[in-house]
């Protein structure tokens, strides 16, 4: 479950632990990858360090099946709802050696975003503290009292 949760999460620009356990308790689309589960940040960031040199090589055999079967492009897109005629070509199709000249983009794009992660995860323990979930409630809210030198 968290190999597919960290693989969609990347796929859809989330790299942040933080805000991949925050997805995953409001987004539908989390959710069903998920079952309803709801790992906490910390989980999936231990999850990506441990697991890291398996996950970059499973994530590029990921992409090749999925651009050998036709279901992913390399690249952006944005859809508007323009209705817009296509036709197939054989010369766009992905052929075997040609795969294989991908592969190394292919690496790339996942050491990316396995680099991301590290990057969203370092920035966030740096601003939120590295136990911190960023939403927790304030001390005032929680019933702790002020400090003696501040008025209540």
Not at 3 to 9: G, N
Not at 26 to 46: G, N
Request: net charge positive.
């Amino acid at each position: 479950m968290m190999t597919a949760l960290l693989l969609y999460a990347y796929t859809q620009g989330v790299y942040s632990s933080r805000r991949i356990a925050r997805a995953c308790e409001d987004r539908p689309d989390f959710l069903a990858v998920t079952a309803s589960s709801k790992p906490d940040f910390r989980t999936i960031s231990e999850f990506r360090k441990r697991h890291l040199k398996a996950l970059s090589g499973l994530f590029v055999q990921v992409l090749k099946l999925c651009a050998e079967a036709g279901l992913v492009t390399f690249g952006h897109v944005a859809l508007d709802g323009t209705k817009i005629k296509a036709n197939a070509s054989k010369h766009k199709a992905m052929s075997y050696a040609r795969m294989q000249k991908a592969e190394a983009a292919l690496a790339a794009e996942v050491a990316s975003w396995l680099k991301s992660a590290e990057a969203a995860d370092r920035r966030d323990d740096a601003s939120l503290g590295a136990g911190q979930r960023g939403d927790e409630l304030p001390d005032l809210l929680l019933g702790q009292t002020a400090a003696p030198d501040q008025d209540p």
